[in-house]
């Protein structure tokens, strides 16, 4: 089906453990996004990617590392897990400037 | 102080009633978006508008660049429009760019039966 999916849905690991949140969509976009939903914060931009093997850093990428080998692909990894980094996660993707985003069913992540 | 400024935080209304959210914004932009997040769920664009007002079924969204001020208005509210409204903007590439959303904090909508 066309969208954009994310695994897993939910995920409970331990601090120092690395960890590969997934994304994928289906309508070859340009842009992909990664957003961390906090309590307070509201969305927040961790990385995101204008096209494939192109990435930048959003408002809070410490601790975070993103590729996007394929245009339909941008996985997002915690390398060493802390417990700040529980949160809930949403992937989007969006085609060209001034369109609207689109946005994955998220991923809700809990490190003991 | 935030970017992006959404009122109320919270609303409790009951059924049927007319209901306003109202998001202010400090930057210029080239558009404004509103989105919708249920309880456990995703997120969902509503409207994305750069001028005057735009409809859907019971939503309206208007905008007011002048004023750096948009409303989302909910006619006949009903229990199944309980949810976060979330209202973000696309800064002008001379104030940050626009490949990047600032997001206000939303603002959390219950509607009783």
């Known amino acids: 089906d066309a969208g954009i999916t994310q695994s897993p849905r939910y995920k409970i690991t331990e601090t120092g453990r690395q960890v590969t949140l997934m994304c994928h969509q289906t309508?070859?976009?340009?842009?992909m996004f990664w957003y961390r939903q906090d309590l307070g914060h509201g969305l927040r931009l961790i990385y995101y990617s204008a096209a494939a093997d192109i990435t930048d850093k959003g408002e809070v990428p410490d601790g975070y590392v993103v590729s996007r080998s394929k245009t339909e692909n941008f996985p997002l990894t915690l390398e060493s897990a802390t417990r700040s980094q529980t949160s809930v996660y949403f992937c989007a993707s969006r085609s060209q400037f001034n369109q609207p985003q689109h946005f994955g069913d998220g991923t809700r992540l809990s490190i003991l | 102080k935030n970017e992006v400024e959404q009122s109320p935080q919270n609303l409790t209304a009951q059924e049927g009633e007319f209901i306003t959210i109202n998001c202010s914004y400090s930057v210029g932009i080239s558009a404004l978006h509103w989105l919708q997040q249920h309880p456990g769920g995703g997120i969902v664009s509503l409207f994305m508008?750069?001028?005057g007002k735009k409809k859907h079924g019971r939503l309206i969204a208007t905008i007011n660049i002048q004023e750096k001020h948009s409303s989302l208005h909910i006619t006949a509210s009903h229990p199944r429009d309980s949810a976060v409204y979330i209202c973000?903007?696309?800064?002008?590439?001379?104030?940050?760019?626009?490949?990047?959303?600032?997001f206000g904090k939303g603002m959390k909508l219950t509607v009783n039966p």
């Open positions: 309508w070859s976009h340009s842009y």
């Open positions: 973000a903007v696309s800064p002008l590439p001379s104030q940050g760019g626009s490949e990047k959303l600032v």
């Open positions: 508008l750069s001028s």
